[in-house]
């Protein structure tokens, strides 16, 4: 009843408006634009808009200049939309992923009753460059709002980093380095934490021989610019302290890493704010120089027109070019991901921060618990209740499935990502492990959930490599591999864990830590899985690419094609009886090339290398079940124990399931418990 009651109200008001003396119209309700109002969350396609205006509509009249200004005129879709917030009215266009907001600007009278009025044109929202009175008004404005209406924001405990940088008052000329157990007991003590990019080697970083003389003061100018500006903002926020790793953390001791590196949980959630140097791919490069206006090619000036509204006072009205809810046109797949998306730690650099300030190509964005916010105004708000669970706060996760979902996309996202030192695949996201296992309540296994084990091993890799030269994880792992994964099935897909059947018994699992982190790098492990398993050949054929290369064929399988995880090669294995025979396990990676040439082996595996295959489970569909099975290869170096080469998976209609099912388990070679390092 209320909208109805607020509806009724804007249509008598946009009738009166269109009959006003001074105003040049034909009609005195428009069925095109609809006078610019709809009933309370209605849509309404605008096409004929020109025509319209050609009989005299102003309504139809100011969107048509308002289009010829932005340039939508070629290609245009678009429909009017009422948003949530009663008066705001939008023009979207389905082609360039924006939306022009009709406003009032502050100061004029409204051009009608409920416009938006409360927020200044965006030529002074969106500021030429991070440094001005407008980005830092925006990021005050941020804290300010989360700070008063946020609790879950709030910082949970008081731990401190072992060491700060104190960056003293604007204008100094040295920052010094502090031991956060020297300062006085009781007192409250806030910091800042950046994320970014090292890029190459870093001219300056903590170690053994200059941590005193750091304690002493270091001068701002000999530091690479992200951190000199940094520091600025730093100051510019009133803080008087600053978390950097390259300066926090003792680089050349690796004690103090692994126990530092273990921190960074705490160290990113107690932060006041994480600031996030996106743009800089160098440590060199900066973030606060930026003209925005001159890079971005996306930002056009406001349209403004003289108008006069329904009590014949004159004022303007205006149309500013926003993104749509749900993304922003930089953000589109063919746009230039930003460096400090590439890298491999900002990844639970910017999930476990509580507050995080991107400094974005063309403006600021700001994330917290509970908001998401741009300079732009675009109202991404609604990002944070979205279904797909990379939206939801790290710290709001409700339940063990909401986390196990999430997990499976950051390890989609992670494993694309960079990353200077592949001994850093587990540390670089042990921080967030650490949060995950709060909720999940599992043991984690380089990377993999106990508790959803045969699930965790449904991963596939997305591209061609060769295997490590260094150990990084066992093979069951995606962590063990440097190419891109992909998870087998789509996170959020809550149908799926109803009708996965899983056909292994977990026996035993083992993750050796390989240092003082639990979740970080480890030494060794395996999984003991009871289940079926089937002999097969091997047949390798190099005409088939990447993605068709090998096939394995069973007697009652016949040939399926091999989703293998790196190049494999043929070798002489012993298995668990002592016989000598020929398997297959993955190829590492030859001298003289990197471990991103995807150039296939020139050696070819011959007919009738042995594998085995572990039949996994299956998920059944509507028309059809997929089975999935593991494929492994005996151990090259533990004898009698299997290594992982990839995965098989058959379809079968839905139709013919149970009779194909009781054909397989009969038809398995073995029924027993395997050893997979």
Partial sequence: MYHLRYDIQMLRERLKDAAAPGIYTLTKYCLRCKNLWLPHGKEAGCDGIGFSASLGCRYCIFLLNALKHFDWMEGLHCYFKLSGRKGRYYLTSWVFHVQLELYTPRGHPPAWHGIAQDANPLDAVLSGSPQTSEAYEFIRSCLRDCDANHPECKIAGQG?????????????????????????????????????????????????????????????SSLPQTLQDAIAVTRALGQQYLWVDALCIIQN?????????????????????????????????????RNYRELNAWYKEPYHEEWINQEACSTILGAR???????????????????????GWTLQEQFLSRR???YHAYELRWVCQNKSACQCRSDLSCR??????????????????????????????????????????????????????????SPYIAGIWEDRLSLGLLWRAFDARYA????????????????????????????VRDRWVSHTVVEDTCSIADGKDPLGRVKGGWIKLRGYIFKAALIDDPRGGFDYRYKVKTKFLGKERLRQDTWLEEFLATNEHGDVQRSVRRMRQPSGITTHDNEPPTSEIKDGAVVYLLLIGYVTYNLITVFYFMGLGLSSDKPGMYERLGLILYCKSKKKFEKFKSGLIAAADDHKVVTIV
């Avoid at 934490?193 to 003389?213: D, F, I, P």
């Avoid at 273990?262 to 606060?288: E, N, P, Q």
């Avoid at 694309?416 to 709060?438: M, N, W, Y």
């Avoid at 069951?476 to 809550?494: K, L, Q």
């Fill in 253 to 289: 001791s690796p004690s103090d890493w692994e126990v530092e590196s273990s921190k960074m949980a705490s160290v990113y959630r107690d932060a006041y704010l994480t600031i996030a140097a996106a743009t800089a791919s160098d440590v060199t490069h900066g973030f606060l120089s």
């Fill in 384 to 441: 944070l209740l979205a279904k797909d669970p990379m939206d939801s706060p790290t710290y709001r996760l409700e339940s063990a499935q909401l986390a196990h979902d999430y997990w499976r996309h950051i390890v989609n996202d992670y494993t694309a990502r960079e990353l200077t030192d592949a001994r850093d695949k587990l540390p670089a996201i042990s921080g967030l492990a650490q949060v995950f296992q709060q909720v999940i309540q």
């Fill in 160 to 220: 401190l980093p072992t060491r700060l940088l104190d960056v003293h008052h604007e204008g100094a000329q040295q920052v010094r380095l502090v031991e956060t157990e020297s300062l006085p007991v009781g007192h409250s003590t806030t910091y800042i934490a950046l994320s970014y990019c090292w890029g190459g080697r870093q001219s300056l970083t903590l170690k053994s021989e200059n941590l005193e003389v750091m304690k002493l003061g270091l001068m701002v």
């Fill in 321 to 343: 070019r926003i993104h749509e809810g749900l993304g922003h046109a930089d953000e589109h797949p063919r746009v230039p991901v930003l460096p400090w998306n590439l890298r």
């Fill in 468 to 495: 490590p030269e260094l150990y990084i994880a066992p093979t069951f792992s995606w962590a063990s591999i440097s190419s891109r994964v992909e998870t087998m099935f789509e996170p959020g897909d809550y149908g």
């Fill in 356 to 358: 995080l300030l991107k």
